[in-house]
Structures are given as C-alpha cells and as structure tokens.
C-alpha cells in the first residue's frame, strides 16, 4: 500500500501546475525591464497559472493584432477585481493588456508563450515511477506464488 502511494505522489508530481504571481503595474518611464522580460524568464506550461496582482486597473487578454495597437476595445477576456488568476488551457502566445487608458502604450502589457506539456517534460518521475511500480507488481506476483 505504501508503494502504491509513492508511486501515486511521484506520478501527481511530475504534472503538477505552477501559479506564476506578477504585479501589474505601469512600469516606471525609466525602467530598462518590461514584462515581456519577466514573461522570457519563466516556463509556462498548459495548466499553469498567473496571478495578476494590481489596483484601480485591468487586465485584458487580446489578440496578437489588438495588442500591438494597444487596442482594448475586443477583448477574449476582461477582469478589474485586483487580483486576477487567469489559467492557460493552449500552447499558443497569449497577449495581455491593461484596460486602463493610457497604460499599455506605457508599457503595461505583455506576451506569455506557454508551451504542452507533454511536448516539455524532462522529467524522470514517470520512468521511476513505473519502474517502482513494475518492482512492487513483481515482489506482488513472487508472494502469490
């Protein structure tokens, strides 16, 4: 039974989801960092979550056209409740944008690439995983015989 838990805990592990945080706030007029750079700097993965944090703002998801013009008019998705947690369901490039008047062409917005998951994972939980399972089926089999 212990077994079968570990193996269970490892297998969860391996695909288990990240909540990436992020103050969304206009970036200060002499700031060298932007949050396309905060974006490259992390792995999003299908099922990961980012959770924006700001206040008296929004934040928009856009189409790719819509972000570049700083278009808020058509968003795919709108929140204003301060801390919004928006959850990637496709390996596509998502783009946001704040709903605010003047902030996306300050700098407030940003592309996320989020990546599948199965196309990314390197690790070697499932393999050991199996590999303890195929040892206790084994031991399982020698007790019955």
Same mark, same amino acid.
């Given at each position: 039974? +212990? *077994?079968w838990l570990a193996i269970v805990l490892m297998i969860s592990a391996s695909v288990s989801s990240h909540e990436?945080? *992020?103050n969304w706030v206009v970036p #200060?007029?002499?700031?060298?960092e932007s +949050? %396309?750079?905060w974006a490259s700097n992390k792995r999003f993965q299908v099922g990961d979550t980012i959770r924006f944090k700001y206040k008296k703002d929004s934040v928009m998801q856009v189409t790719k056209e819509d972000? !570049? *013009? &700083? %278009? =808020?008019?058509? #968003?795919?998705?709108?929140? %204003?409740?301060? !801390?919004?947690?928006?959850m990637f369901d496709h390996s596509v490039p998502y783009y946001f944008i704040s709903g605010m008047s003047?902030? &996306?062409? !300050?700098?407030? !917005?940003?592309?996320?690439e989020v990546l599948s998951r199965d196309k990314t994972t390197t690790s070697s939980a499932p393999p050991a995983?199996?590999?303890?399972?195929? &040892?206790?089926?084994?031991? =399982?089999? =020698?007790?019955?015989a």
């Open positions: 039974m +212990f *077994l990436h945080k *992020l #200060p007029a002499n700031s060298s +949050f %396309n750079d972000y !570049k *013009l &700083c %278009n =808020s008019s058509h #968003p795919r998705f709108y929140s %204003n409740t301060g !801390k919004t947690r928006f003047g902030h &996306c062409e !300050k700098g407030q !917005k940003m592309i996320v995983a199996l590999a303890v399972w195929f &040892c206790f089926f084994s031991l =399982s089999l =020698s007790l019955v």
